[in-house]
Structure formats: structure tokens, C-alpha cells
């Protein structure tokens, strides 16, 4: 298993996702704290380091590598980590259209077809275009 992203335990810790962020965040920590009975919990120091200074990359990277090794050892584990990360991975990509306002303007005379758009995906057709103003 590839290590998780510090940057992402970063924004997590820090809660710039919001509170759905904060979701995951706790999810985190519930799945770090559980164990076998009479077992340490591996990561539990790391996670409660970051969450006191959440911008410090070098703890992010300590939480990242312990989470990889537990896993390595655990494969109960692994699977509920891989899980969260792509429950993690998902909150923080960014939105597949772009955000903010998009301004169309036409100054001018149009001759021929005129498409105003924002996102298109996938083709757009408008057939053979016919002869321009006499």
C-alpha cells in the first residue's frame, strides 16, 4: 500500500474540507484506535500530534508512514485504511466542471451558428453550415 498523501491528513487535520472533512477525520481516528486486545495502537500518537498542529508536514508524514507499516502487518486494517483513503481522496479532489462564473459576450455581427457554453463533454454538431449573408 502506497503511503497516504500527507497533504491530504494536512487539510483533513486542519479542517478545510468542512464537515464533511471532519467526518472523515473522526473516521480516522476510529479506525486507528481500534486494536486487538492487549495490542498498542499504532498511529494513535501520530494522529493526535497532527490534529494539535495540523500544518506540520513532517507529522503528517510520521501518521502517513505508521498508517502504511500497520497495514503492511494488518490486512484487516489495510483494507478499511484503503477504504477511507478513497472516501478521502474523493472529499478532496477537485470538482470535475471547474467553479466560479463564466461571462459570455458578443460584440459584433454573427454570421454562422454561435454556441455560448460553459462545460461541454463530449461533441457538438450543427449540421453543414449554409451560405453567409448576401
Known sequence: MDPIAPELLMALAGGTAGAA??????????????????EEAHGEGE????????DDTARARELADVLTLRA????????????????????AAPPATGTGDVRNEVGGTVHGPLIQA?????????????????
Open 72 to 91: 503492511a502487518r494488518d490486512a484487516a486494517f489495510a483494507t478499511a485504511l484503503d477504504a477511507w483513503r478513497g472516501r478521502a481522496e474523493a472529499l
Open 21 to 38: 472533512g471532519q467526518q472523515i477525520w473522526a473516521s480516522l481516528r476510529e479506525l486507528v484506535s481500534r486494536r486487538p486486545r492487549g
Open 47 to 54: 494522529l493526535n500530534a497532527l490534529a494539535r498542529t495540523a
Open 118 to 134: 460553459r462545460d461541454i463533454h463530449g461533441s457538438i454538431h450543427l449540421g453543414p453550415q449554409g451560405p453567409g449573408p448576401a
